[in-house]
């Protein structure tokens, strides 16, 4: 079982829907990272995270620790924001991360 | 003026060929990384420099040889390419700050015939 653990694995939406990811993880952390990975590969660094929520656009994302769960909400979705959004914890010195959800927003 | 720069972006090479991924950041950052995503698109940690010294080292095979002449470089040098070796490689870097967030370059993909 993996340290950090997404879901949905795949995950495909209307244009205008309201989406949410999710990501559990197992270890201690002092951050948690929300990244998008379009296609053609480049990695962009959405949120970080460490306590309660941040908004940024039509993004949000929320981290509960005690309950070691975090989500990314987006609102209004577009057909951009097709891509794979992965989650990763920061740990001592070091990233963990999960699987990647692949999102498709069709219009 | 690319923040994190990889060279080359694919690397298409033969099995047992020897070659080299460059990495430079412009950010002043002291911190650098190397990440291997396989084909199922999972991100796992291979090395990490800061300031040139080595603290990181995710009990990657020794062919594999990250090298840092100096803060705003973190080259990584395979020996004896392996068909597994396939993967996208990415390069980053990260600032001294607690819990400053890290930039990626855009991936080396390295196809192994």
């Known amino acids: 079982k993996n340290e950090v653990e997404q879901s949905p694995q795949n995950l495909t939406a209307q244009e205008g829907e309201f989406i949410t990811i999710n990501c559990s993880y197992s270890?201690?952390?002092?951050?948690l990272h929300w990244l998008q990975q379009h296609p053609g590969g480049g990695i962009v660094s959405l949120f970080m995270?460490?306590?309660g929520k941040k908004k940024h656009g039509r993004l949000i994302a929320t981290i509960n620790i005690q309950e070691k769960h975090s989500s990314l909400h987006i609102t209004a979705s577009h057909p951009r924001d097709s891509a794979v959004y992965i989650c990763?914890?920061?740990?001592?010195?070091?990233?963990?991360f999960g699987t990647g959800t692949l999102l498709a927003v069709q219009p | 003026d690319t923040a994190v720069s990889q060279t080359p972006k694919y690397l298409v090479t033969q099995m047992g060929n020897d070659k080299s991924i460059k990495c430079e950041q412009n950010?002043?950052?002291?911190?650098m990384y190397w990440y291997k995503q396989d084909s199922k698109k999972f991100l796992k940690i291979m090395f990490s420099?800061?300031?040139?010294?080595?603290?990181i080292n995710e009990t990657v095979p020794n062919r594999f040889s990250p090298k840092s002449p100096d803060k705003a470089h973190l080259n990584l040098h395979i020996n004896s390419l392996e068909l597994g070796d396939s993967a996208v490689y990415f390069c980053?870097?990260?600032?001294?700050?607690?819990?400053?967030?890290?930039?990626f370059g855009d991936g080396t993909r390295l196809s192994i015939l």
């Open positions: 980053a870097s990260r600032g001294q700050r607690i819990n400053q967030p890290q930039h």
């Open positions: 270890v201690g952390i002092s951050a």
């Open positions: 995270l460490s306590s």
């Open positions: 990763a914890v920061k740990t001592t010195n070091k990233l963990i």
């Open positions: 950010l002043g950052h002291d911190t």
């Open positions: 420099y800061n300031n040139k010294e080595l603290i």
